[in-house]
């Protein structure tokens, strides 16, 4: 469950800034319905819908945590979900020009040669 969590926060990351980001609901569907069908064949249950019926459409299962001492499982409150994004939505305003782009360049220089002055 984490790894699908993981894998999907490291998309959204990746195209945080693209303007058809809208797109990626298609990658969200595949991950929700592969966790679903891990979990389907981990429970050994007959279908998708039977894990959606379940756990919900966030696929949220609760931990079950073994006590070393005795070796039985203990159900803690925790529980574990798919980070589903309710919708993805165009990004239309971004702005990728900085207010005085030589700004830096010239302090990069000025800086670059108080450091070759001290060396």
Same mark, same amino acid.
């Given at each position: 469950?984490?790894?699908?969590?993981?894998?999907?926060?490291?998309?959204?990351?990746?195209?945080?800034?693209?303007?058809?980001?809208?797109?990626? !609901?298609?990658?969200?569907?595949?991950?929700?319905?592969?966790?679903?069908c891990?979990?389907?064949n981990?429970?050994?249950?007959?279908?998708?819908?039977?894990?959606?019926?379940? %756990?919900?459409?966030?696929?949220?299962?609760?931990?079950?945590?073994? !006590?070393?001492?005795?070796?039985?499982?203990?159900?803690?409150?925790?529980?574990?979900? =798919?980070k589903?994004?309710?919708?993805?939505?165009?990004?239309?305003? %971004?702005?990728?020009?900085?207010?005085?782009? =030589?700004?830096?360049?010239?302090? !990069?220089?000025?800086?670059?040669?108080?450091?070759?002055? !001290?060396?």
């Amino acid at each position: 469950m984490t790894k699908y969590n993981q894998v999907w926060t490291g998309v959204l990351n990746y195209y945080s800034f693209a303007y058809n980001r809208c797109q990626l !609901n298609l990658i969200q569907y595949i991950l929700q319905h592969s966790l679903a069908c891990t979990v389907m064949n981990k429970l050994k249950l007959g279908s998708r819908r039977q894990v959606f019926l379940k %756990y919900g459409a966030t696929i949220k299962v609760p931990l079950e945590i073994t !006590n070393r001492e005795d070796g039985n499982k203990e159900k803690k409150a925790k529980t574990v979900e =798919f980070k589903l994004q309710p919708s993805l939505k165009r990004i239309c305003k %971004y702005s990728t020009s900085p207010a005085d782009p =030589f700004q830096l360049f010239y302090y !990069n220089l000025r800086s670059r040669s108080r450091i070759d002055d !001290n060396c």
